[in-house]
Structures are given as C-alpha cells and as structure tokens.
C-alpha cells in the first residue's frame, strides 16, 4: 500500500482483515521521519508544553476501535501518528510496527497502555532518572489509588531518597519486596527482582531489540513476557521519582456487541491461554538452543 505523503504525520490506516496485510513497516517509518522532520519547520505550530511528552518525543497511538479522525478535537492529535488496526492489542501493534530497525533512532520507547494516568509525571525527569541508574528496562511507580494494582512491588512509597526505589537483579538491596503469600519465591526472580510490569514499561534501544524478538506474533496481549524480560538485560526497575496512575479502563469490550461482563471475562481468558502458549514456546526454545550447544543451564557447576 504505497499512501501519500500528505497523510503524514496524521495517518488514519484502517483495515478489515485481522492479518498483517496493508501497511508496511516501512511506511511508519516514512511517517516517523516525516513528523520528525516537521519539528525543524515554521508549520510546526503546536505546543508541546502543553503536553506531558516534550518535542524530543514521538507519539504513535494505536488505535483498537478503528477510530482515529474522532482525536482531532486534540489540538496535540494532529502531531502524532495514527494506526488503527481492528481487533488487535497492544502488544500485536508492537510486534508489527516497532521493528527495532524503524525505532533505532530513538533512545527509549515507551510502550504504555491507554488507561495511565500522567498527571504527576515528567518525562524528561523519567529519562534523567533512569539514565542516572543505567536502567536498560523500567517503568514509573504506579500511585497507591491505582486501580487493580496486581503486584506490591510497583506501588510508589514515599519513604525512599529523593522518591526514587530501584530493583532488579543487580541491586536487590534496593527494595524489599512484600507480595502477596505464595506469590514471590526466589528473592532473585521475577516479582521479587528484575520485574517490571508490562502496562508501562520503558526500554532502552538495546533492550527493545531483544524483547522484539520474543513477542510472538499471533499473541496479542503479552501476558507473561514481565516475567522474561531478564532474560534480555538485568538492570531494571522502577522509579518512585515519577509516578502515574492505573485507572483499569477496559478498551477492548467496545468492538463486539456482548455483554461487558462476558467480553472482561473472555479477554481475561484468552490473555491466561495466551500466558500458558507463551511459556511453552520459551521453554522449548530454550531446550533446544541449550542442547544445541550441550549445555544444561540448571547445573550450577556447569559452564
């Protein structure tokens, strides 16, 4: 699908089939160095002071619903990219659109989902934070209000230095993790160390390259990759400094006409399948690369 230049950077791309037909990776990235290229313009008229994310970010939405033109009473709408691809999730538009050769000239992604609240957050500050900790992965602390907060370990506590807790792998000493009974094993395992949520997560370019690779491309909700992103880096964590808000907004119900407490409880579903699919496949490339090279990675006394 070859798109004029003209739709750029406002892209409304719409398609029937659930498949990776139509758009090209390519195309976004034309759209992307398009809007980058505006900023340097006298047309490039909108103030992004008054937005949460300053001119040295790029703002691609995802749209779930087909709707895309329905922003435009934003006047920030209108600066960023639109793709709208019926019937997919979060994850699937990564997977898709983010190729880390299309990204490679950003620093940090930010892969969010849409029920955040920013209002207490810089994202400026964020990156100075996390650049002083060498976070590879990270996310903000999420504020104690947040709705459906799942895990302890994210929640934003206001007895740390200056607000600012990191964890991970690499200093455990950080924080002291308290989760629910049963729920955190090993001190040095994902919830307890080296875990970061999947609903705000921030990676360095590095580290995105790596995640890309393990999302696979028929699972739409990413369920369960938290829990593996150690195997790409172990430095993350999460910064109290900056914090947002977990509203719990469901966004996925309103494109079939059921119930909403059926489509909340099929979306719950799929997403535990897709958790099971996603450890099997892991699991099993793990076995096979590690017996390719003869190596049993649970023998501690082994190389």
């Known amino acids: 699908m070859n798109l004029p230049s003209t739709l750029f950077p406002s892209m409304d791309l719409t398609y029937i089939e659930d498949k990776y037909s139509g758009l090209s990776t390519q195309e976004l990235f034309n759209a992307l160095s398009t809007l980058r290229a505006n900023r340097d313009t006298s047309t490039y008229s909108y103030n992004y002071t008054k937005k949460k994310f300053s001119e040295n970010f790029t703002i691609v939405l995802f749209h779930y619903d087909g709707l895309t033109t329905e922003w435009d009473e934003f006047e920030w709408s209108k600066c960023v990219i639109h793709v709208s691809v019926p019937k997919q999730a979060k994850w699937w538009y990564a997977k898709r659109f983010l190729h880390p050769d299309i990204v490679a000239p950003y620093e940090y992604l930010f892969i969010w989902d849409e029920d955040l609240g920013d209002e207490n957050f810089d994202a400026k500050e964020y990156i100075k934070l996390v650049r002083k900790h060498d ?18 370990m994210s929640r934003k506590r206001n007895d740390s ?92 119900g309103n ?49």
Request: net charge negative.
């Open 161 to 252: 230095e200056k607000g600012s807790l990191i964890f991970g792998i690499c200093s455990l000493s950080y924080r002291d993790t308290e989760e629910r009974p049963g729920w955190c094993i090993d001190p040095h395992l994902p919830p307890c160390a080296a875990f970061v949520e999947i609903m705000a997560t921030v990676l360095c370019q590095g580290a995105w390259r790596c995640v890309w690779h393990m999302i696979q491309n028929d699972l739409v909700h990413g369920w369960g990759l938290d829990f593996s992103l150690r195997k790409c880096f172990d430095k993350i964590g999460v910064a109290d400094a900056q914090w947002i808000v977990h509203k719990s907004v469901p966004s996925l």
């Open 135 to 152: 976070l590879e992965i990270s996310q903000p602390g999420l504020d104690a209000n947040s709705v459906g907060l799942t895990w302890a």
């Open 255 to 303: 494109q079939v006409n059921i119930n909403p407490l059926t489509i909340v409880f099929t979306v719950r579903e799929r997403c535990r399948k897709e958790w099971t699919t996603f450890q099997d496949r892991l699991t099993n490339t793990e076995k096979a690369y590690y017996g390719a090279l003869r190596i049993n990675p649970y023998n501690e006394t082994g190389n």
